[in-house]
Antibody
Framework: EVQLVESGGGLVQPGGSLRLSCSAS????????MYWVRQAPGKGLEYVSI????????NYADSVKGRFTISRDNSQNMLHFQMTSLRAEDTAVYYC??????WGKGTTVTVSS | DVVMTQSPLSLPVTLGQPASISCRSS???????????LNWLQQRPGQSPRRLIY???NRDSGVPDRFSGSGSGTDFTLKISRVEAEDVGIYYC?????????FGQGTKLEI
């Protein structure tokens, strides 16, 4: 069974940083591109970043470009998301996603003073 | 970015009756490899999204056959042949043919 378990969310002040992680199991991690998708409170879904199977290619939504960095450790089946210069509008549940077919339960990031 | 437009945004339905959701994209979703990466997701209250349909019409494992997808190019439809109580939630279309992948606004299905 595919499992994606996010961690690292929390309350942070504007301008602060957080590092999200996603532990993956139940599939061959290094064979799949991975994504972070976020959902602001009461809002829809937004893809924010993608990383290729070997980590060599990444892409970001304009809303986070230059502030967030996606990475992966295929030896540990882990996906990471370094978030810096956080803004109130980054407040959301962040989901780790395998392709579009498997989603974690999400971790909540709240940016507030 | 490709804009995905769903209609209706709210869909009151009666148990046992059919339901249909439309999704239109601002540009063709036919990928250069010939595939059309249009998916439908279901998000039940308090849960993570779950993919129901991939590449326009393919049902994911465990998805009841009352769910079906159709369409091509820029126009797509999700149909539920007979709505059941467990179908309550928000349905999203999403395209993965162009980066950034984008979602429709969501359609709230309620009994």
């Amino acid at each position: 069974e595919v499992q994606l378990v996010e961690s690292g969310g929390g309350l942070v002040q504007p301008g602060g940083s957080l590092r999200l992680s996603c532990s993956a199991s139940g599939f061959t991690f290094n064979k799949y591109a991975m994504y972070w998708v976020r959902q602001a409170p009461g809002k829809g879904l937004e893809y924010v970043s993608i990383i290729s199977t070997d980590g060599g290619t990444t892409n970001y939504a304009d809303s986070v470009k230059g502030r967030f960095t996606i990475s992966r450790d295929n030896s540990q089946n882990m996906l990471h998301f370094q978030m810096t210069s956080l803004r109130a509008e980054d407040t959301a549940v962040y989901y780790c996603v395998k392709g579009s077919d498997a989603w974690g339960k999400g971790t909540t990031v709240t940016v507030s003073s | 970015d490709v804009v995905m437009t769903q209609s209706p945004l709210s869909l009151p339905v009666t148990l046992g009756q059919p339901a249909s959701i439309s999704c239109r994209s601002s540009q063709s979703l036919v990928h250069s490899d010939g595939n059309t990466f249009l998916n439908w997701l279901q998000q039940r209250p308090g849960q993570s999204p779950r993919r129901l349909i991939y590449n326009v019409f393919n049902r994911d494992s465990g998805v009841p056959d009352r769910f079906s997808g159709s369409g091509s190019g820029t126009d797509f439809t999700l149909k539920i042949s007979r709505v059941e109580a467990e179908d309550v939630g928000i349905y999203y279309c999403m395209q993965a043919s162009h980066w950034p992948h984008t979602f429709g606004q969501g359609t709230k299905l309620e009994i």
